[in-house]
């Protein structure tokens, strides 16, 4: 890590081929608003230190993968370091040359319909969409040329073809359906959770945990190890591992 930035966060590296998540939840356990836009940023209440570490946690990755979902709540959004923290974007191209990534981790859409927003200036700028045999034929021909297809019926197939691609450090930022695809395969490697220090509560709209259209407890026990807490005024970064490594 530069020491700029390591002076910030303090130590963080990842293994050659990982796959990581990072999500924001609300202290009793909220990452999604129902159908409002953006759950995130208003559950970090847009909080400075929890969009560091997304750009931090971007600049490490050669791919941030992403379900429909979470893009078509997100308009206008690019998932790049710098997007969601201009201050730091010199660090984090500096970090990325340092570790051997393109100057952009390459955005990786999963859309099982093909129903994406092509105009969406993340898709604009660059995406290789993940989608079904169905899902190709609703894009035909009307992505733009700076996007490519991998045809997958499931997520352990996606991220072979992803890895076959030299795409190997890979983040994911939800939301829960698509992660929990990802620990119900076995291949979410670790665990990144900002507790935000306020209270969403729960009634009439959906809001789900990090975790959707998945249960293990009580028949399946996915415990993780606590890696690293760190505390910034009222908020806690956590970083769990899960798996054996
Ligand atoms: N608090 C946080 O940190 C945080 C982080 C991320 C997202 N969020 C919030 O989470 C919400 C969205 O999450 P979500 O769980 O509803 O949706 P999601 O996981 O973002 O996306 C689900 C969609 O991804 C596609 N998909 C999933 N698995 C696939 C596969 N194996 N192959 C191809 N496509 C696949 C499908 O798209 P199609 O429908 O096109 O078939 C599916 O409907 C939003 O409100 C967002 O703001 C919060």
């Given at each position: 890590?530069?020491a700029?930035?390591e002076?910030?966060?303090?130590r963080l590296?990842?293994g050659?081929r990982?796959v ?5 939840a609300s202290l ?9 836009p953006s ?7 847009r909080n400075q ?5 997304m750009g931090?946690?971007?600049a ?15 308009p206008g959004?690019?998932?790049?370091p710098e997007h969601?923290y201009?201050?730091?974007a ?5 970090l990325?040359?340092k ?6 981790p390459?955005?990786?859409v999963?859309?099982?319909s093909?129903?994406?927003a ?13 989608t079904?045999?169905a899902?190709?034929r ?6 733009p040329?700076?996007c490519?297809v991998?045809r997958?019926d ?7 073809e992803l ?11 939800g939301g829960?359906h698509?992660?929990?695809e990802l ?10 959770l900002?507790?935000s220090p306020v209270?969403a509560?729960r009634d009439?709209d959906?809001?789900?945990?990090m975790v959707a259209?998945v249960?293990?407890l009580?028949?399946?026990q996915?415990w993780?190890?606590l ?6 005024e009222?908020?806690l970064?956590l970083?769990?591992g899960?798996?054996?490594?």
């Amino acid at each position: 890590m530069p020491a700029d930035l390591e002076r910030i966060y303090g130590r963080l590296g990842f293994g050659d081929r990982v796959v990581y998540s990072n999500f924001v939840a609300s202290l009793d356990g909220v990452v999604t608003l129902g159908d409002r836009p953006s759950a995130g940023s208003v559950i970090s209440g847009r909080n400075q230190a929890d969009r560091f570490l997304m750009g931090l946690l971007r600049a490490c990755a050669d791919a941030v993968l992403l379900g429909a979902g979470t893009l078509r709540a997100t308009p206008g959004h690019r998932w790049t370091p710098e997007h969601i923290y201009p201050d730091a974007a010199a660090g984090f191209a500096g970090l990325r040359k340092k570790l051997g990534r393109k100057p952009q981790p390459r955005l990786v859409v999963f859309t099982r319909s093909g129903d994406i927003a092509l105009d969406h200036p993340a898709v604009v700028a660059g995406a290789t969409v993940v989608t079904s045999e169905a899902g190709a034929r609703t894009l035909g021909g009307r992505l733009p040329d700076s996007c490519d297809v991998i045809r997958a019926d499931d997520v352990t197939r996606a991220v072979g073809e992803l890895r076959l691609r030299g795409y190997e450090v890979l983040l994911t930022e939800g939301g829960p359906h698509l992660l929990g695809e990802l620990v119900q395969a076995g291949l979410l490697d670790e665990a990144f959770l900002t507790i935000s220090p306020v209270i969403a509560g729960r009634d009439v709209d959906a809001r789900l945990g990090m975790v959707a259209s998945v249960e293990f407890l009580p028949d399946r026990q996915l415990w993780s190890r606590l890696l690293s807490a760190r505390r910034h005024e009222d908020f806690l970064f956590l970083r769990y591992g899960l798996g054996k490594s």
